[in-house]
Nanobody, 121 residues
């Protein structure tokens, strides 16, 4: 079992930046990879980014070049630096843990409660 607690969401204007953080604890083998997903109202949860202990990363096409994911080797904290934010980035952002790097929600075994990100003038 892995416990995940997100922080750092909020309201930002288009073109602005936010940094999300997620504190992870629990069984280390279940958090060899940490990732971020998001869910906008009326839409399905979608993959944003993921990182593993080897610092291999995955990004969705919609955030590549704007978002950066990072973590410590022990996978106790994962950050998502979000730059040049757009209104379509508005969503609840969830931190998740997996045994291996993946972009598929079904591969992630633990989830945080989520943090709201709103991009609006």
């Amino acid at each position: 079992q892995v416990q995940l607690v997100e922080s750092g969401g909020g309201l930002v204007q288009p073109g602005g930046s936010l940094r999300l953080s997620c504190a992870a604890s629990g069984h280390p083998y279940n958090r060899n990879a940490l990732g971020w997903f998001r869910q906008a109202p009326g839409k399905e949860r979608e993959f944003v980014a993921a990182v593993n202990r080897l610092v291999n990363t995955l990004y969705s096409d919609s955030v590549t070049g704007r978002f950066t994911i990072s973590s410590d080797y022990l996978m106790t904290t994962v950050h998502l630096q979000m730059n040049n934010l757009k209104p379509e980035d508005t969503a609840v952002y969830f931190c998740a843990a997996a045994g291996e790097l993946s972009r598929h929600a079904s591969d992630f075994n633990s989830w945080g409660q989520g943090t709201q990100v709103t991009v609006s003038p």
